[in-house]
C-alpha cells in the first residue's frame, strides 16, 4: 500500500488549520493536523516544499520507519515546526492504517483502557461575578472539571480570559482563537506579577466556597513566573485543593522545576510548548511533574508521544494533552484515540469547536456526561470536506504578547 498522494490543505473557518491529506493508491485516505497557532504557514511550507516529496511511493504501512525517516534525515531535528509536521505524517498514516484494518484507532493501540475521558473546560472572567457565571456556563454544558483563569485588578488584558473578545478586530464574534487574535500584528498586553500573585488565590478561595469542595478545579500560570514565584503560588492554592497548576514557570529549564517541587504540593502539570521526549526527559525521570501537557499535533504524532507517556507511567505522571481550538478536530481526534488506549491517562483538555469548524471536519466523536469517547468509526473518525474548507482562506493570526510596566517584553 504506496503513499500516491500527498495534499497540504488551509483552511480558516473559525480559525487557521493545517491539515496534511495523504491518499494510497488503493484509495484510503488519511488526515494529520500540522496547525501551529500563529506560524502555520511555516509548517506549510516544510510539509510542502520538503516533506510532501518525500512521502510519495512510500510504503504506508511503515510507520515507524517513516517516522525515524523524517526526523533523523533532515539532521536538524526537533522544534515546533518540524515535529508538527511530523505529527501530521504520522496520525494521518495511523487514520490510513486503521482503516485498512477496519478497526477504530484505539483499537490499533491497544483497545480500550477505559469507557470514556474526562475532560476539562476553560472558565474565565475579569470579575468574580464573570468568573461565577462562566463555570456555571461550564458545568451546564456537562463540564466535570474546570480550569479558572481570572483577571487582575489593574491589567487591562491577560491571557486566557474569554472576555477579552472585544478587542479590535474581534468586537461581538465568537471566535476559535484563544487566545490569538487576527490582525496584522500581535497585540501587547500588560502584565504584573506580584498583583497576580495577589489575587489568584482570593478567586480560588471564593470559587470553592460558592462551588464547594469536590469540583476538581485547574489553573495556567502561563510561563509567567520564576520558579520563586511559581513556588509561592503553588503554596497559596495548596488549601484550594487543585487538580494542577499548569506551566508555573519556563520549563525549558527543566531544574527550576526542582524549586518549585520543594516548597509546594499542588500538582505540576507540563509541556504545552515542548515537542520532543528530550523536553522532558529530566522532570520525568525526577518526578518534577505529574502530568504531560503535549499534544500529539506538535509533538510528533501518536508515535513519538505514545512513547513520552510511556516512559512518564514509569514515575506515576498521567497525560493531560494539550486541546484547546489551535488543535483542529483532526488533532483532537488522534488524542482521544491515545487517552483511551494508554494506562496513564489523567485528563483531557477540550474546547468546543464552533460551527463551522465543525462543518469542514465531520467528526465522529461525542461529548456527553463530562466524558469524551473518540467514536467507533475504523481510523480517526474525522473526515475533511474540502469544498468546505475551501470556503475559508488563511487569515493573519497572532499570539498576544506581554510586556512588564517598565516596557520590558515578559513571558506568555
Same mark, same amino acid.
Request: charge should be negative.
Given at each position: 500500500?504506496?503513499?500516491?498522494?500527498?495534499?497540504? /490543505?488551509?483552511?480558516?473557518?473559525?480559525?487557521?488549520?493545517?491539515?496534511?491529506? +495523504?491518499?494510497?493508491?488503493?484509495g $484510503?485516505?488519511?488526515?494529520?493536523?500540522?496547525?501551529?497557532?500563529?506560524?502555520?504557514?511555516?509548517?506549510?511550507?516544510?510539509l510542502?516544499?520538503?516533506?510532501?516529496?518525500?512521502?510519495?511511493?512510500?510504503?504506508?504501512?511503515n =510507520?515507524?520507519?517513516?517516522?525515524q525517516?523524517?526526523?533523523?534525515?533532515?539532521?536538524w531535528?526537533?522544534?515546533p515546526?518540524?515535529?508538527? #509536521?511530523i505529527?501530521?505524517?504520522?496520525? #494521518? +498514516?495511523?487514520?490510513?492504517?486503521?482503516?485498512?484494518?477496519?478497526?477504530?484507532?484505539?483499537?490499533?493501540?491497544?483497545?480500550?483502557?477505559?469507557?470514556?475521558?474526562?475532560?476539562?473546560?476553560?472558565?474565565?472572567?475579569?470579575s468574580?461575578?464573570?468568573?461565577?457565571?462562566?463555570? &456555571?456556563?461550564?458545568?451546564?454544558?456537562?463540564?466535570?472539571?474546570?480550569?479558572?483563569?481570572?483577571?487582575?485588578?489593574?491589567?487591562?488584558?491577560?491571557?486566557?480570559?474569554?472576555?477579552?473578545?472585544?478587542?479590535?478586530?474581534?468586537?461581538?464574534?465568537?471566535y476559535?482563537?484563544?487566545?490569538?487574535q487576527?490582525?496584522?500584528l500581535?497585540?501587547?498586553?500588560?502584565?504584573?506579577?506580584?498583583?497576580y500573585?495577589r489575587?489568584?488565590?482570593t478567586?480560588?478561595?471564593?470559587?470553592?466556597?460558592?462551588?464547594?469542595?469536590?469540583?476538581?478545579?485547574l489553573?495556567?500560570?502561563?510561563?509567567?513566573?520564576?520558579?520563586?514565584?511559581?513556588?509561592?503560588?503553588?503554596?497559596?492554592?495548596?488549601?484550594?485543593?487543585?487538580?494542577?497548576?499548569e506551566?508555573?514557570t519556563?520549563?525549558?529549564?527543566?531544574?527550576?522545576?526542582?524549586?518549585?517541587?520543594r516548597?509546594?504540593?499542588?500538582?505540576?502539570?507540563?509541556?504545552? =510548548?515542548?515537542?520532543?521526549?528530550w523536553?522532558?526527559?529530566q522532570?520525568?525521570?525526577?518526578? $518534577?511533574?505529574?502530568?504531560?501537557?503535549?499534544a500529539?499535533?506538535?509533538?510528533?504524532?501518536?508515535?513519538?508521544?505514545?512513547? /513520552?507517556?510511556?516512559f512518564a507511567?514509569?514515575?506515576?505522571?498521567?497525560?493531560?494533552?494539550?486541546?484547546?481550538?489551535?488543535?483542529?478536530?483532526?488533532?483532537?481526534?488522534a488524542?482521544?484515540?491515545?487517552?483511551?488506549?494508554?494506562? &496513564?491517562?489523567?485528563?483531557?483538555?477540550?474546547?468546543?469547536?464552533?460551527?463551522k469548524? &465543525?462543518?469542514?471536519?465531520?467528526?465522529?466523536?461525542?461529548w456527553?456526561?463530562?466524558?469524551?469517547?473518540?467514536?467507533?468509526?475504523?481510523?480517526?473518525?474525522?473526515?475533511?470536506?474540502?469544498?468546505e474548507?475551501?470556503?475559508?482562506?488563511?487569515?493573519?493570526?497572532?499570539?498576544?504578547?506581554?510586556? +512588564?510596566?517598565?516596557?520590558?517584553?515578559?513571558?506568555g
Amino acid at each position: 500500500m504506496k503513499i500516491d498522494k500527498a495534499e497540504v /490543505i488551509v483552511t480558516s473557518p473559525d480559525r487557521n488549520f493545517i491539515t496534511l491529506k +495523504l491518499t494510497t493508491d488503493d484509495g $484510503l485516505t488519511g488526515l494529520g493536523d500540522a496547525t501551529l497557532n500563529g506560524r502555520e504557514l511555516s509548517v506549510v511550507a516544510y510539509l510542502t516544499e520538503h516533506v510532501v516529496p518525500l512521502l510519495l511511493g512510500r510504503d504506508a504501512h511503515n =510507520i515507524e520507519d517513516t517516522w525515524q525517516f523524517l526526523y533523523r534525515s533532515a539532521y536538524w531535528r526537533r522544534g515546533p515546526v518540524t515535529m508538527a #509536521a511530523i505529527s501530521a505524517v504520522d496520525v #494521518a +498514516l495511523w487514520d490510513i492504517k486503521a482503516k485498512a484494518a477496519g478497526m477504530p484507532l484505539y483499537q490499533l493501540l491497544g483497545g480500550a483502557s477505559r469507557t470514556g475521558l474526562l475532560a476539562y473546560g476553560h472558565a474565565s472572567g475579569k470579575s468574580l461575578t464573570e468568573v461565577f457565571d462562566s463555570v &456555571n456556563s461550564h458545568l451546564e454544558q456537562g463540564f466535570k472539571a474546570i480550569r479558572v483563569q481570572t483577571g487582575v485588578p489593574g491589567l487591562k488584558s491577560i491571557y486566557g480570559i474569554a472576555s477579552n473578545k472585544g478587542l479590535p478586530g474581534n468586537e461581538g464574534v465568537r471566535y476559535d482563537h484563544e487566545p490569538a487574535q487576527r490582525g496584522a500584528l500581535p497585540a501587547d498586553e500588560d502584565w504584573d506579577t506580584r498583583s497576580y500573585l495577589r489575587h489568584v488565590p482570593t478567586v480560588f478561595e471564593a470559587v470553592r466556597n460558592e462551588f464547594g469542595p469536590e469540583l476538581p478545579l485547574l489553573h495556567d500560570g502561563h510561563h509567567r513566573m520564576t520558579p520563586i514565584q511559581a513556588a509561592t503560588l503553588g503554596k497559596s492554592l495548596e488549601p484550594y485543593d487543585l487538580f494542577w497548576l499548569e506551566d508555573c514557570t519556563p520549563a525549558e529549564n527543566q531544574e527550576a522545576l526542582r524549586l518549585v517541587r520543594r516548597h509546594t504540593t499542588t500538582p505540576l502539570a507540563i509541556g504545552e =510548548i515542548f515537542n520532543s521526549i528530550w523536553d522532558y526527559q529530566q522532570s520525568i525521570r525526577e518526578q $518534577l511533574i505529574d502530568y504531560v501537557r503535549s499534544a500529539v499535533t506538535h509533538t510528533g504524532g501518536i508515535t513519538h508521544l505514545k512513547k /513520552i507517556l510511556e516512559f512518564a507511567g514509569q514515575y506515576q505522571i498521567k497525560s493531560g494533552m494539550h486541546g484547546p481550538t489551535d488543535i483542529s478536530p483532526v488533532g483532537m481526534a488522534a488524542a482521544m484515540h491515545l487517552g483511551m488506549a494508554i494506562h &496513564n491517562f489523567g485528563i483531557q483538555e477540550y474546547m468546543k469547536h464552533g460551527d463551522k469548524t &465543525n462543518a469542514v471536519f465531520g467528526q465522529s466523536y461525542s461529548w456527553n456526561n463530562g466524558m469524551l469517547h473518540p467514536g467507533n468509526k475504523p481510523g480517526l473518525g474525522v473526515e475533511l470536506n474540502v469544498d468546505e474548507a475551501g470556503k475559508y482562506p488563511y487569515a493573519t493570526a497572532y499570539l498576544p504578547y506581554n510586556r +512588564l510596566a517598565d516596557g520590558t517584553v515578559h513571558d506568555g
